[in-house]
């Protein structure tokens, strides 16, 4: 129970140190992430791993390659229209975190939490021209990360404009990753 006490205690002392940057509206330092990263990784040994929206720089990209070396890395292309019609059409329940979406995903009455029938907000950064900028700035993040991964030749490009495109595309690749149930026992 100790090491379960020891765990959870560095996890709020992380989490603290990552409230007082993204409070100031910084990025969390690539050290700060690294070393996080690495911890929880430490506790999957052996078992295989999905890192979504990491590494985010060059810089965390070299770092986690060289202490936790990657089988590959997924890179899933979708236009930039795509996106942001997606995200314009994206509408929360804010005491919740219950997403909706106009178009996919529709709350039963409009504007309306379908459980509390609370009125739904869409937050500004989920405008179309916000949405927009961030896509440039990730876009101009993103690319020398890619470049290292290309370099390294795990790179995988998947394109689409749907998760129903996508995904049956992500999954046949990465099965030959995945361990079968039977050889679990």
Known sequence: MHLIDEMNSARKDFGLKVKQYVNKGHLVPDELMISLIKSELGLLKNNNWLLDGFPRTREQAEELYTKEPIDVALNLIVPFEIIIERVKGRWIHEPSGRIYNTEYSPPKITGKDDVTGEELIQRPDDQPEAVRKRLEV????????????????????????TSDEIW????NFLKKYMVPKAELH
């Open 168 to 171: 049956p595309l992500v999954y």
């Open 138 to 161: 990730y876009s101009d993040s993103i690319n020398p990360v890619l470049d290292f991964y290309r370099k390294k030749g795990i790179l995988q490009d998947f394109k689409g404009n």
